[in-house]
């Protein structure tokens, strides 16, 4: 049999055809931020000048790696799944040794021609891993002991991720809760979670004390509701009271340690402003004289003004394009260079500005018939391995669009999250390919049961 039709066969080919159109949309608009009209565009791509140019170079080494994977043997996969996981962690830890520092985060082992970010590699390796885990005849995920292995297999690397000041990143690795979750972790955890989220936003939002007889109030009326069951069970009021104390203590001490002492400023201001709140640091600045004071304010401001730039930039961009778009290469925001980080994190602005909102309607419909045709490949499944690969890969993409398009306009903090696929950046580009043709490889496999 020849290696086309080796590659070709049982391959999903909706998927690989959505992947080459966000691919070839995300190098079009690096392109259309980069390109002033009186350039030679041949040279520019032959000489990798540009950063579309070396776009295409990395689409290039990501084909070959796509056909690799598509020629490899899918058992390969999950016998190296648990040796790729320590690799993995291993580039994380020598990035604290030989990495090298990009807008303040020490994550990117230099390769020469482009920067290796370990962290975004090692969502691959933790896919594989979980997917290695949760295969295994001996787990029961009903049992916590098998919970808490799964936990720290994705918690780990997310650890490593904070260590390097790639919060953002960081984050991502709790998208890995949705195969959990479709693998029978129980609801529980999820409402305890949210109800996590909803309570810290509280906290940022309503005045301490206001919200503290907020929470007396509800823990008092459900124990009114509760009174006959309290008279025949004293426990539920242990568990009413318990859950009270608790969320009491983390909008009191929980919620400000975390502010003052485990998040940097610069995150925290971030957060902040998304709820519009303004930003005020835990410094001890009584002792300093009014000229001090003055000095320290006019330096908070212009920080806070820096710090909201971008988003400002983006969403003046985004909204300039209208319904329709001005037109390809014909934005002037981002032909400009108004939006910092234009072909990187913010390259949804491109989108915006060029295609208006029909065009950013378009691009969200491709990344939902993306993911939905994951959900599909995750469901048609035999294997517990390929399954919950697949839903890892499909919560991956979910948190990244999610995340990074509700940044551009606002609705999130500025975490540096890429928009896949479209972002420029080799490990990205790289990442995603890799995940996404595992899959693809995986799926064209699906009659065997792997373990």
């Given at each position: ?142 049992k916590p002991r098998s919970q808490l292995i799964a936990a720290a297999i ?298």
């Amino acid at each position: 049999m020849s290696n086309q039709s080796v590659i070709s066969k049982g391959i999903d080919w909706v998927t690989v055809w959505l992947y080459i159109i966000l691919v070839c949309i995300g190098i079009l608009c690096i392109f259309s931020v980069e390109y002033h009209g009186n350039e030679n565009i041949i040279q520019s791509i032959t000489g990798l000048k540009k950063n579309y140019s070396r776009q295409i170079l990395f689409l290039g080494i990501s084909s070959v790696i796509a056909v690799i994977i598509l020629l490899t043997d899918s058992k390969f996969f999950t016998a190296t799944a648990n040796l790729s996981y320590v690799l993995g962690l291993f580039l994380m830890i020598a990035t604290f040794v030989v990495g090298k520092d990009i807008n303040g985060s020490k994550s990117w082992i230099p390769l020469g021609f482009f920067n290796l970010q370990p962290v975004e590699t090692c969502k691959i390796f933790t896919a594989l891993a979980l997917s290695k885990y949760l295969s295994r005849p001996e787990t029961n995920f009903e049992k916590p002991r098998s919970q808490l292995i799964a936990a720290a297999i994705i918690l780990t690397p997310a650890a490593f991720s904070i260590l390097q000041n790639e919060t953002g990143l960081a984050l991502v690795y709790f998208s890995f809760l949705i195969p959990m979750y479709r693998e029978g972790l129980p609801p529980v955890y999820l409402i305890i979670g949210f109800s996590f989220a909803i309570l810290v936003v509280a906290t940022i939002l309503v005045e301490k004390n206001t919200l503290a007889i907020i929470l007396t109030s509800i823990a008092g009326l459900t124990v009114y509701i509760l009174r006959k069951s309290i008279k025949r069970d004293k426990s539920v009021l242990v568990v009413i009271l318990g859950l009270w104390i608790l969320c009491v203590s983390i909008q009191r001490f929980a919620v400000p340690y975390i502010f003052n002492h485990v998040l940097h400023p610069y995150q925290v201001e971030r957060i902040l402003n998304t709820f519009g709140v303004d930003y005020v640091p835990d410094a001890k600045a009584d002792s300093r004289d009014p000229e001090q004071q003055k000095e320290i304010q006019k330096s908070k401001a212009l920080k806070k003004a820096k710090e909201n730039y971008n988003v400002k930039q983006s969403k003046i961009a985004i909204g300039s394009g209208g319904l329709f778009g001005k037109g390809f290469l014909k934005g002037t925001q981002t032909q400009g260079d108004f939006v910092p980080e234009q072909h990187t994190d913010f390259i949804f602005t491109s989108v915006g500005e060029n295609f208006g909102f029909l065009g950013s309607s378009l691009i969200i419909i491709l990344y939902l018939l993306f993911m939905l045709r994951i959900v599909f490949l995750a469901e048609r499944q035999r294997s517990t391995f390929s399954r919950v690969y697949a839903y890892s890969v499909a919560a991956i993409l979910f948190f990244h669009v999610t995340i990074n398009i509700c940044m551009t306009v606002g609705l999130a903090p500025v975490i540096g999250i890429t928009l896949p696929l479209m972002s420029y950046g080799g490990s990205s580009l790289l990442t995603f390919t890799i995940l996404i043709f595992i899959l693809v490889r995986l799926d064209a496999d699906r009659h065997m049961v792997l373990r």
